[in-house]
């Protein structure tokens, strides 16, 4: 059974940008992410999860209406099928007409060539969504990905580029995004701490991880769920 859960990105200044929606399975009694449930998945799982993440969306769109932009992450193995991927987008874009505001992630664990890019680029923008980079400064990162297409946010993989010594390379991103109004937005922030530190050059970008929220399920009684697994 699969189930979604939000977690909050903020802006520097605490408030809430939007969500990012994440998928969550019961498994022996217990809910768990993508990361645990997926780890012996075979090709074809992923896909098949993606579906049901949009499905779901679909499903229950009135629950989602009035949170703010909607973080939607698309694996690698699914955007490299653009079939697929033109298929989801536009499930996704019924639900523009009940004010959903849907950003679809598009991985840097993603190999696609810069035509690939753009073509799923195209298509969202074409049926109403925005796009993210996302797992930026992981894989396939390079400053090209970034300056070749236009993204409307940047997400930042934090355990990515663990060391000082990537700052220069940050610095330059922050100012692009600045530059070209792409929203930037550090992930996977586990401490606070660490914006007083080396990385305090992007204090004002926008932030997502558990030193801020954990996911939270959208419906008040889907954690009851788990008394009917296993």
């Given amino acids: 059974m699969t189930v979604l859960a939000l977690q909050s990105i903020h802006f520097s200044d605490g408030t809430v940008l939007g969500y990012e929606i994440l998928a969550r399975r019961v498994v022996s009694g217990r809910f768990q992410s993508p990361a645990q449930f997926m780890v012996d998945c075979r090709p074809g799982d992923w896909a098949q999860l993606d579906k ?121 991103v922050r100012d692009y995004c600045l530059l070209n109004h792409v929203g930037l937005i550090l992930e996977k922030v586990e401490d606070m701490a660490i914006l007083e530190g080396w990385l305090r050059p992007l204090s004002g970008a926008s932030l997502q991880g558990f030193a801020l929220s954990k996911p939270e399920f959208y419906k008040a009684d889907v954690s009851s769920q788990i008394q009917f697994a296993g």
């Fill in 52 to 172: 049901e993440v949009v499905r779901l969306i679909n499903e229950n769109l009135f629950d989602f209406s009035n949170k703010g932009p909607l973080f939607v992450n698309l694996s690698p193995e699914t955007l490299s099928n653009y079939k697929l991927v033109k298929d989801l987008i536009h499930s996704l874009a019924k639900t523009v007409p009940f004010g959903l505001d849907v950003i679809i992630e598009v991985s840097e664990k993603f190999s696609g060539t810069p035509v690939e890019l753009d073509r799923i680029i195209a298509e969202a923008r074409l049926n109403g969504l925005r796009v993210a980079i996302d797992d930026y400064g992981s894989d396939n990162s390079d400053f090209r990905r970034l300056t070749q297409h236009k993204w409307d946010f940047c997400k930042i993989d934090l355990p990515a580029v663990p060391s000082i010594n990537k700052l220069p390379w940050l610095i330059e």
